[in-house]
Structures are given as C-alpha cells and as structure tokens.
C-alpha cells in the first residue's frame, strides 16, 4: 500500500529525531517516494544531509532559503504529499498546529495541507499530560489529524512514563494503515457476487456453484479502501457486510437491470458473479407435474452484462472473472478483449484451493497488453486485496509531480 505513495515528514525539535530516520529509510524501502522538511530546533538533533542521503531527496528548512529556487515550497510540499506524518511532534508544535500558527515551512506547509495528517508526539511525561497540550491534541483529533499515542518507557529527560515516540516499525504499520484506509476515498464501486438463478417454475431452477465469497471478500475491501460499495448479490449464503448498499437480485436479467441502474454513477464494476449463459425461454408459472419420461427445457441466451459494460463504458475501470477448466490464459483473454476491460482475474475452478465453496483461490490477473501477474494461493480475502490495489491504482493514476529542483 506504501509503494510510490508521496510521503511527507515533518520532523520537529525532539531527541527522538535520531529514529525518525529510520522511519524514512523503511518507507523508502517499501517503495514509497519520502521528503523530509525539518524545523530549524529539529537540525540540533539530525543534521538534513541524513535525511537526504537516505531518501534521495533534498531536505527542507527554510521557509525563504534560496531565492533562486524558491517554488512557494510549503504549497509545493503540501501538494506533492499522500499524506503528512509529523514525528516527532513536540509540545510547541501540537499549540502550533492547534491554533493555525504558521511561523516556519513546516507549520505552514500543514496549513496548507487538506489530506491525511498523522502526528506522533514525544516529549516528557508533564509535558504530555499538562491540559494545554492535551486540549491541543484534542483540537487537532476533531479536525481529522490522527494522533498515534506516545510509548511508555524511559524518557530522555531521565524519568519513565509516557512520551516515548513509537517504535519506527510501528510508526510505518500505522501509515499502512492509513493508505489501507483512503486509497479508494471518495470512489464508488459496484461489485457483483454470486449465481444467477434461472427460474424453470416457481419451486424449481437453474443455478451453479458459486458461493459469492470471492465477490463479498471484493467488496469488504474496497470498504476498507475507503470507498463507497454497492454489492449486487446473485444467490449466496454469505450474510451482506455492513456499510454497504446490498443489492439482492435472481435471474441474469434482474442483475443487469440492477447494474445498469448504478453504472453510470460509479468508478469503477468488478464484475465476480457467475451469471448464467442461458435462461429458459418459458418458465412455466406452476409447478411441473411429473408425467412424461423425458422433459426438455428450451434454453434462451442471457444478456452478458460485462460485455455490455464494456460497450457503454466511460471513464469506468472494469474488472472480469474468467473461472476457466482449460487453456485458462487464452480464453481469460479473448473475455478480457471482447468485454473491452482492464484486466481479468482469471483461475482454473479444477485446480486444489481454487474455484467454487473454498477459501482460498489461485489466479493469474491479465492485463490490457499481456501482461500476466500469476499469484501463489491464496485466501479469497487476500486476492480480493491485490484486486482491490490494482483497480485504486487504475483510478489514481493521475499521480501529482513534484514541481522542484531535487539539486537545490
Ligand atoms: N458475465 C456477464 N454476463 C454474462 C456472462 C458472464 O457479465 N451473461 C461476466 C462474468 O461475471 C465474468 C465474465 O463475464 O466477469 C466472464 O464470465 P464467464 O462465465 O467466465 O464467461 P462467458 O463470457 O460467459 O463465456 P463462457 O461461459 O463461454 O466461458
């Protein structure tokens, strides 16, 4: 989730400054692209040269340091970022922040910041616990900022309690975390899950094996990706996840007027329902009484709702299942072309761990190209991240430059 996330951090004038670099050196591991902008109390504890050697990029101080390059740097910094962590942030800081005072590049950098701020405060146990430093921290939590709470242990100042910046690896889970969060804020995402069912008369129809697990583990993650999720259900036992629009349909054609409805309107459909190919043509509206000895069903082709999508598709992305037995490459890709999609999430339903009423699954993702991405096996919950990940990082491909001179 960190990988090339633009990550700003604001390092103020505490003695736990020294772990904060390896916060930058494990964020820069994982891929993310790391900036560091200090207060001038914050260079008496690190020098910038050891933020910039270990994320490549020029360190900020100044608010007016170089007239040559001088870009407004707070608004360059503030738009370059995903997110703000603040670490360690002092007492003087958290009054700063608190109150809208912007006095240095780095308060008015956050001033001029609307996205995710995670702030880690460190300093002595008073410090901590005096009322005016809480009520601060108190302000900046009802504003939206996430305040990731002090260790307790020995303190610099030679006494133990609370005030500890935490660990840098638990500092970095908890920006996990918060990408974890917001990579589909403010999308909307229609996922669809489960079988059709084909009614043959009233008591009896046509179904398959699908589960709809795969397609409600989709759905649980893009609501933890922040998005808004609309679940279009065909038959499944599973119980609908919370904090979503669940849409319970039958038939094929029930669940392609439900997507229509939506379609429109959301970023992106991940189409993992098992839809039924054909529907009888007459269903009968009582019950089939038992007399001859052979009955024939007249079969009628269903709609293919994906392949329609497709067709009428905007900006949306779209994403196809194809459960194959056999040559599972080449047929998951002539789907992935005729359905006009971004990519297939492509397994063969034979295989040990893969396919229906299991909780694992084994697949390959197909990209618009040939690029194929093959996964070892894997829980349906952890395919329907990787999932999710790809069709966030479709949606943010706009990605912000960073409009400064790494020389200066
Ligand atoms: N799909 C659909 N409408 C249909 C059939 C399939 O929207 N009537 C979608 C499925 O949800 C899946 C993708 O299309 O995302 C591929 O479905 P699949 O059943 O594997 O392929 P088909 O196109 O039906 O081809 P075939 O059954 O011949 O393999």
Not at 306 to 328: D, H, P, R, W, Y
Request: charged share 25%.
């Amino acid at each position: 989730m960190i990988d090339k996330k633009n990550i700003l951090i604001g390092v103020t004038g505490g003695i736990a400054a020294y772990k904060v670099v390896e916060v930058a050196s494990r964020l820069k591991k994982s891929g993310a692209n790391v900036r560091v902008m200090m207060t001038s109390a914050a260079t008496e504890f690190v020098s910038p040269r050891t933020f910039q050697e270990i994320t490549g990029n020029a360190v900020f101080v100044e608010m007016f340091g170089d007239a040559a390059h001088f870009h407004v740097a707070h608004i360059a910094l503030a738009d370059f970022a995903d997110m703000v962590l603040i670490a360690p942030a002092t007492a003087n800081f958290l009054a700063k922040a608190a109150h809208g005072i912007a006095d240095d590049l780095l308060t008015t950098t956050i001033l001029a910041f609307d996205r995710e701020i995670l702030i880690a405060p460190s300093m002595n146990t008073k410090m901590f616990e005096n009322p005016a430093t809480q009520a601060n921290l108190e302000i900046l939590k009802s504003r939206g900022m996430k305040i990731l709470e002090p260790a307790t242990g020995n303190l610099a100042c030679g006494i133990s309690g609370k005030g500890r910046l935490p660990e840098p690896v638990d500092i970095c889970a908890a920006i996990e975390k918060i990408f974890t969060g917001t990579v589909l804020s403010g999308k909307k995402i229609l996922v669809t899950a489960g079988g059709t069912v084909e009614a043959i008369d009233p008591v009896r129809y046509i179904g398959n094996r699908s589960s709809g697990r795969m397609g409600f583990e989709i759905a649980k993650a893009a609501l933890s990706a922040g998005a808004e999720v609309i679940l279009i259900s065909g038959k499944s036992e599973l119980a609908p996840p919370k904090n979503l629009k669940f849409v319970k349909t039958e038939s094929a054609i029930e669940m392609r007027e439900a997507v229509l409805k939506d379609f429109d309107s959301v970023d992106a459909v991940i189409m993992s329902a098992a839809v039924a190919d054909y529907r009888v043509k007459n269903p009968a509206a009582q019950k089939i009484k038992k007399s001859a000895e052979t009955l024939t069903l007249e079969l009628v082709k269903n709609p293919d709702i994906l392949k329609e999508l497709g067709n009428l598709k905007k900006s949306q992305v779209l994403v196809g299942f194809a459960a194959e037995t056999q040559n599972i490459l080449e047929y998951a890709n002539k789907k992935l072309v005729e359905k006009n999609l971004d990519f297939i999430v492509a397994n063969d339903v034979t295989a040990e761990g893969a396919g229906f009423n299991v909780s694992t699954n084994i697949a390959s993702i197909i990209w618009r190209g040939g690029e194929v991405e093959n996964f070892p096996k894997m829980s349906k919950a952890e395919l329907a991240e990787k999932i999710i990940e790809r069709v966030a990082d479709l949606l943010n491909k706009d990605k912000k430059f960073f409009p400064m001179n790494d020389n200066q």
